[in-house]
């Protein structure tokens, strides 16, 4: 099992530019997560998926669209790159069972820099 | 909201004791969580406690709960220099599934 595994690694984008980070899990689970961490700010939630065909905003959504293409994938979108979005985004994953004890997998990350 | 607090940085000698402290807001949570990042990589899960317990011991480490005052915290016994890395703690968001919100995360750094 490969776990979670998300493209690119690295990305330079300049202000204005689009593009979608991807993100696979090949663990079965129903809800994925994308979260965006900065320094000081630990994680913070953009958008989660708690079921295939369903979207739901976090903390911080805006500036970013997603798409549950399937049970394995969960995609993030910038349509309109801004500098304040230079971070480094994770992809995760759970099994997604209320009141249980609840493993989030997470991926290696993609690094964004908005110039 | 929930809010989960932590202190940014902390500095040991290889050997010493490690205790990283944590807040948190709801009550309610049934499980708390402790990740760790090592640099250039993703969270992992390192351990977790279940709220009606007061003490988890696994190994090298040791977590304690304390529900009256909402504080958890993290022992490393005999920190090593691999144990340098970014520990977050995490508790669930009220029923809203797995969703989990994360403190801001304390870097441990090891000195030999």
Same mark, same amino acid.
């Given at each position: 099992n490969a776990g979670v595994t998300q493209t690119p690694k690295f990305q330079v984008l300049k202000t204005g530019q689009s593009m979608t980070l991807q993100c696979a899990q090949?663990? !079965?689970? !129903?809800s994925m997560y994308w979260y965006r961490q900065d320094p000081g700010m630990g994680l913070r939630l953009i958008y989660y998926s708690a079921s295939e065909g369903t979207t739901d905003k976090g903390e911080v959504p805006n500036g970013y669209n997603v798409s549950r293409? !399937?049970?394995?994938e969960f995609s993030l979108r910038l349509e309109s790159a801004a500098p304040s979005q230079t971070s480094v985004y994770f992809c995760a994953s759970s099994e997604?069972?209320?009141?249980y004890q609840e493993t989030q997998y997470f991926g290696p990350g993609t690094r964004l820099l908005v110039l | 909201g929930e809010d989960v607090e932590q202190s940014l940085f902390l500095s040991v000698r290889e050997g010493d004791s490690s205790v990283i402290n944590c807040t948190y807001t709801d009550?309610?949570?049934t499980y708390l969580y402790w990740y760790k990042q090592e640099p250039g990589a993703g969270l992992q899960l390192l351990t977790y406690i279940f709220s009606n317990m007061d003490m988890k011991q696994d190994q090298r480490l040791t977590v304690l709960l304390n529900k009256k005052d909402k504080h958890l915290s993290l022992r490393i016994a005999d920190? *090593?220099? +691999?144990?340098?890395a970014i520990y977050f703690c995490a508790e669930p968001i009220?029923? *809203? +599934?797995g969703k989990l919100i994360f403190g801001q995360g304390t870097e441990l750094s090891v000195k030999p």
């Amino acid at each position: 099992n490969a776990g979670v595994t998300q493209t690119p690694k690295f990305q330079v984008l300049k202000t204005g530019q689009s593009m979608t980070l991807q993100c696979a899990q090949d663990m !079965n689970h !129903n809800s994925m997560y994308w979260y965006r961490q900065d320094p000081g700010m630990g994680l913070r939630l953009i958008y989660y998926s708690a079921s295939e065909g369903t979207t739901d905003k976090g903390e911080v959504p805006n500036g970013y669209n997603v798409s549950r293409l !399937n049970k394995r994938e969960f995609s993030l979108r910038l349509e309109s790159a801004a500098p304040s979005q230079t971070s480094v985004y994770f992809c995760a994953s759970s099994e997604g069972t209320s009141g249980y004890q609840e493993t989030q997998y997470f991926g290696p990350g993609t690094r964004l820099l908005v110039l | 909201g929930e809010d989960v607090e932590q202190s940014l940085f902390l500095s040991v000698r290889e050997g010493d004791s490690s205790v990283i402290n944590c807040t948190y807001t709801d009550s309610s949570s049934t499980y708390l969580y402790w990740y760790k990042q090592e640099p250039g990589a993703g969270l992992q899960l390192l351990t977790y406690i279940f709220s009606n317990m007061d003490m988890k011991q696994d190994q090298r480490l040791t977590v304690l709960l304390n529900k009256k005052d909402k504080h958890l915290s993290l022992r490393i016994a005999d920190t *090593q220099t +691999g144990d340098s890395a970014i520990y977050f703690c995490a508790e669930p968001i009220y029923n *809203q +599934g797995g969703k989990l919100i994360f403190g801001q995360g304390t870097e441990l750094s090891v000195k030999p």
